[in-house]
T-cell receptor, first 115, second 109 residues
Framework: GAVVSQHPSWVICKSGTSVKIECRSL??????MFWYRQFPKQSLMLMAT?????????EQGVEKDKFLINHASLTLSTLTVTSAHPEDSSFYIC???????????FGAGTRLSVL | RKEVEQDPGPFNVPEGATVAFNCTYS??????FFWYRQDCRKEPKLLMS???SGNEDGRFTAQLNRASQYISLLIRDSKLSDSATYLC??????????FGKGTTLSVSS
Protein backbone atom coordinates (compact mmCIF):
# COMPACT_ATOMS: atom_id res chain seq x y z
CA GLY A 1 0.00 0.00 0.00
CA ALA A 2 0.88 3.66 -0.17
CA VAL A 3 3.13 5.12 2.51
CA VAL A 4 2.40 8.20 4.57
CA SER A 5 5.15 9.43 6.83
CA GLN A 6 4.37 11.57 9.86
CA HIS A 7 6.93 13.30 12.02
CA PRO A 8 7.58 13.64 14.90
CA SER A 9 6.02 10.59 16.51
CA TRP A 10 6.12 12.00 20.04
CA VAL A 11 6.38 15.50 21.39
CA ILE A 12 6.53 16.67 24.98
CA CYS A 13 6.50 20.44 25.35
CA LYS A 14 5.79 23.22 27.79
CA SER A 15 2.55 25.12 27.76
CA GLY A 16 2.71 28.05 25.35
CA THR A 17 5.04 26.32 22.89
CA SER A 18 4.14 25.90 19.24
CA VAL A 19 4.51 22.43 17.76
CA LYS A 20 4.79 21.59 14.08
CA ILE A 21 3.78 18.18 12.74
CA GLU A 22 4.66 17.06 9.21
CA CYS A 23 2.75 14.64 7.03
CA ARG A 24 4.32 13.38 3.82
CA SER A 25 3.04 11.08 1.11
CA LEU A 26 6.16 9.16 0.13
CA UNK A 27 5.25 7.38 -3.06
CA UNK A 28 2.22 9.24 -4.36
CA UNK A 29 0.88 12.74 -4.68
CA UNK A 30 -1.99 13.91 -2.53
CA UNK A 31 -3.97 17.03 -3.37
CA UNK A 32 -5.96 16.47 -0.21
CA MET A 33 -4.81 15.33 3.19
CA PHE A 34 -6.81 15.06 6.37
CA TRP A 35 -5.88 15.80 9.95
CA TYR A 36 -7.53 13.93 12.80
CA ARG A 37 -7.28 14.02 16.55
CA GLN A 38 -7.95 11.16 18.91
CA PHE A 39 -8.35 11.43 22.66
CA PRO A 40 -7.96 8.31 24.82
CA LYS A 41 -10.74 5.78 24.31
CA GLN A 42 -12.41 8.04 21.77
CA SER A 43 -12.83 7.75 18.02
CA LEU A 44 -10.81 9.68 15.50
CA MET A 45 -12.30 13.10 14.97
CA LEU A 46 -11.66 15.03 11.79
CA MET A 47 -10.08 18.40 12.49
CA ALA A 48 -9.51 19.77 9.03
CA THR A 49 -9.11 19.00 5.36
CA UNK A 50 -5.82 20.19 3.93
CA UNK A 51 -5.92 21.22 0.27
CA UNK A 52 -2.77 21.69 -1.78
CA UNK A 53 -2.34 25.30 -2.80
CA UNK A 54 -5.39 26.62 -0.98
CA UNK A 55 -6.73 27.22 2.50
CA UNK A 56 -7.64 24.32 4.71
CA UNK A 57 -11.24 23.58 5.57
CA UNK A 58 -11.80 23.28 9.30
CA GLU A 59 -14.48 21.29 11.06
CA GLN A 60 -16.87 23.04 13.37
CA GLY A 61 -15.32 23.79 16.72
CA VAL A 62 -11.72 23.63 15.51
CA GLU A 63 -9.92 26.95 15.79
CA LYS A 64 -8.13 27.73 12.55
CA ASP A 65 -5.85 30.25 14.22
CA LYS A 66 -4.75 27.69 16.75
CA PHE A 67 -4.27 24.79 14.37
CA LEU A 68 -2.44 26.20 11.38
CA ILE A 69 -2.35 24.01 8.30
CA ASN A 70 -0.08 24.48 5.33
CA HIS A 71 -0.21 22.26 2.25
CA ALA A 72 2.41 23.80 0.04
CA SER A 73 3.18 20.78 -2.13
CA LEU A 74 1.51 17.62 -3.35
CA THR A 75 3.47 15.52 -0.89
CA LEU A 76 3.60 17.60 2.28
CA SER A 77 1.06 19.01 4.70
CA THR A 78 1.97 20.52 8.06
CA LEU A 79 -0.12 21.10 11.15
CA THR A 80 1.14 23.64 13.67
CA VAL A 81 -0.41 23.69 17.11
CA THR A 82 0.18 27.25 18.22
CA SER A 83 0.61 28.13 21.89
CA ALA A 84 -0.19 24.58 22.96
CA HIS A 85 -1.95 24.01 26.25
CA PRO A 86 -2.45 20.81 28.27
CA GLU A 87 -5.93 20.34 26.81
CA ASP A 88 -4.30 20.06 23.37
CA SER A 89 -2.55 16.88 24.50
CA SER A 90 -3.79 14.21 22.14
CA PHE A 91 -2.89 11.82 19.34
CA TYR A 92 -2.79 13.67 16.02
CA ILE A 93 -2.97 11.62 12.83
CA CYS A 94 -2.87 12.60 9.17
CA UNK A 95 -4.11 10.66 6.19
CA UNK A 96 -3.88 10.88 2.44
CA UNK A 97 -5.84 9.09 -0.24
CA UNK A 98 -4.37 6.95 -2.98
CA UNK A 99 -5.66 4.88 -5.88
CA UNK A 100 -8.92 4.85 -7.74
CA UNK A 101 -10.93 4.16 -4.59
CA UNK A 102 -9.13 6.92 -2.73
CA UNK A 103 -8.29 4.55 0.08
CA UNK A 104 -6.95 6.55 3.00
CA UNK A 105 -3.53 5.71 4.37
CA PHE A 106 -2.51 7.05 7.73
CA GLY A 107 0.68 8.41 9.11
CA ALA A 108 1.93 6.75 12.27
CA GLY A 109 0.54 9.59 14.36
CA THR A 110 2.04 12.15 16.69
CA ARG A 111 1.48 11.87 20.39
CA LEU A 112 1.51 15.38 21.85
CA SER A 113 1.89 15.90 25.58
CA VAL A 114 1.73 19.49 26.79
CA LEU A 115 2.96 20.02 30.32
CA ARG B 1 -28.17 9.93 15.47
CA LYS B 2 -24.45 9.32 15.10
CA GLU B 3 -23.11 8.94 11.59
CA VAL B 4 -21.45 5.59 12.20
CA GLU B 5 -22.45 3.44 15.13
CA GLN B 6 -20.73 0.37 16.48
CA ASP B 7 -21.07 -1.72 19.60
CA PRO B 8 -17.94 -0.75 21.56
CA GLY B 9 -17.63 -4.18 23.19
CA PRO B 10 -15.30 -5.42 24.47
CA PHE B 11 -15.72 -8.80 22.87
CA ASN B 12 -13.73 -11.33 24.84
CA VAL B 13 -13.35 -14.60 22.96
CA PRO B 14 -11.10 -17.66 23.14
CA GLU B 15 -8.67 -18.55 20.40
CA GLY B 16 -10.38 -20.29 17.52
CA ALA B 17 -13.73 -18.62 18.09
CA THR B 18 -15.77 -16.94 15.41
CA VAL B 19 -16.81 -13.38 16.17
CA ALA B 20 -18.95 -10.88 14.28
CA PHE B 21 -19.04 -7.11 14.49
CA ASN B 22 -21.85 -4.93 13.21
CA CYS B 23 -22.01 -1.33 12.19
CA THR B 24 -24.73 1.01 10.98
CA TYR B 25 -24.35 4.29 9.12
CA SER B 26 -26.80 7.14 8.79
CA UNK B 27 -25.92 8.77 5.47
CA UNK B 28 -27.49 6.85 2.62
CA UNK B 29 -25.25 8.73 0.18
CA UNK B 30 -22.16 7.01 1.56
CA UNK B 31 -20.35 5.20 -1.21
CA UNK B 32 -17.26 3.55 0.19
CA PHE B 33 -16.99 1.34 3.20
CA PHE B 34 -14.02 -0.04 5.05
CA TRP B 35 -12.92 -1.86 8.12
CA TYR B 36 -9.76 -0.53 9.74
CA ARG B 37 -7.86 -2.06 12.60
CA GLN B 38 -6.25 0.05 15.29
CA ASP B 39 -3.84 -1.35 17.84
CA CYS B 40 -3.37 0.43 21.13
CA ARG B 41 -1.56 3.77 20.71
CA LYS B 42 -1.06 3.18 16.99
CA GLU B 43 -2.54 4.58 13.81
CA PRO B 44 -5.45 2.84 12.07
CA LYS B 45 -4.53 0.43 9.31
CA LEU B 46 -6.78 -0.72 6.52
CA LEU B 47 -8.05 -4.23 7.13
CA MET B 48 -10.32 -4.52 4.13
CA SER B 49 -12.67 -2.64 1.88
CA UNK B 50 -16.32 -3.68 1.92
CA UNK B 51 -18.08 -4.32 -1.36
CA UNK B 52 -21.79 -4.62 -2.06
CA SER B 53 -21.43 -8.26 -3.05
CA GLY B 54 -19.58 -9.09 0.14
CA ASN B 55 -15.94 -10.02 0.17
CA GLU B 56 -13.60 -12.34 1.95
CA ASP B 57 -9.92 -12.12 2.80
CA GLY B 58 -8.64 -15.21 4.51
CA ARG B 59 -10.35 -15.49 7.88
CA PHE B 60 -12.14 -12.16 7.45
CA THR B 61 -15.47 -11.68 5.71
CA ALA B 62 -17.12 -8.31 5.22
CA GLN B 63 -20.67 -7.68 4.12
CA LEU B 64 -22.66 -4.61 3.21
CA ASN B 65 -26.42 -4.14 3.19
CA ARG B 66 -27.15 -0.80 1.57
CA ALA B 67 -30.90 -1.04 2.11
CA SER B 68 -30.42 -1.41 5.85
CA GLN B 69 -27.29 0.77 5.92
CA TYR B 70 -25.51 -1.99 7.75
CA ILE B 71 -21.97 -3.36 7.54
CA SER B 72 -20.56 -6.45 9.18
CA LEU B 73 -17.20 -8.07 9.78
CA LEU B 74 -16.82 -11.77 10.57
CA ILE B 75 -13.59 -13.16 11.92
CA ARG B 76 -13.19 -16.92 11.88
CA ASP B 77 -10.66 -18.96 13.85
CA SER B 78 -9.62 -15.99 16.01
CA LYS B 79 -5.94 -15.59 16.80
CA LEU B 80 -4.32 -13.83 19.73
CA SER B 81 -2.94 -11.33 17.24
CA ASP B 82 -6.47 -10.34 16.21
CA SER B 83 -6.85 -8.49 19.52
CA ALA B 84 -7.35 -4.85 18.55
CA THR B 85 -10.02 -2.24 18.00
CA TYR B 86 -11.93 -2.60 14.74
CA LEU B 87 -13.16 0.60 13.18
CA CYS B 88 -16.09 0.78 10.81
CA UNK B 89 -15.50 3.53 8.29
CA UNK B 90 -17.68 5.13 5.63
CA UNK B 91 -16.78 7.66 2.98
CA UNK B 92 -18.13 9.79 0.22
CA UNK B 93 -15.82 10.73 -2.66
CA UNK B 94 -13.61 13.72 -1.91
CA UNK B 95 -14.45 13.82 1.77
CA UNK B 96 -12.70 12.58 4.84
CA UNK B 97 -13.45 9.20 6.31
CA UNK B 98 -16.10 9.00 8.97
CA PHE B 99 -15.15 6.63 11.74
CA GLY B 100 -17.19 4.67 14.19
CA LYS B 101 -15.86 4.60 17.74
CA GLY B 102 -14.61 1.09 17.22
CA THR B 103 -15.27 -2.33 18.63
CA THR B 104 -12.66 -3.79 20.92
CA LEU B 105 -11.77 -7.44 20.51
CA SER B 106 -9.72 -9.40 23.01
CA VAL B 107 -8.71 -12.93 22.07
CA SER B 108 -7.36 -15.09 24.87
CA SER B 109 -5.60 -18.45 24.95
Amino acid sequence: GAVVSQHPSWVICKSGTSVKIECRSLDFQATTMFWYRQFPKQSLMLMATSNEGSKATYEQGVEKDKFLINHASLTLSTLTVTSAHPEDSSFYICSAGAGARNIQYFGAGTRLSVL
Amino acid sequence: RKEVEQDPGPFNVPEGATVAFNCTYSNSASQSFFWYRQDCRKEPKLLMSVYSSGNEDGRFTAQLNRASQYISLLIRDSKLSDSATYLCVVNMPGTALIFGKGTTLSVSS
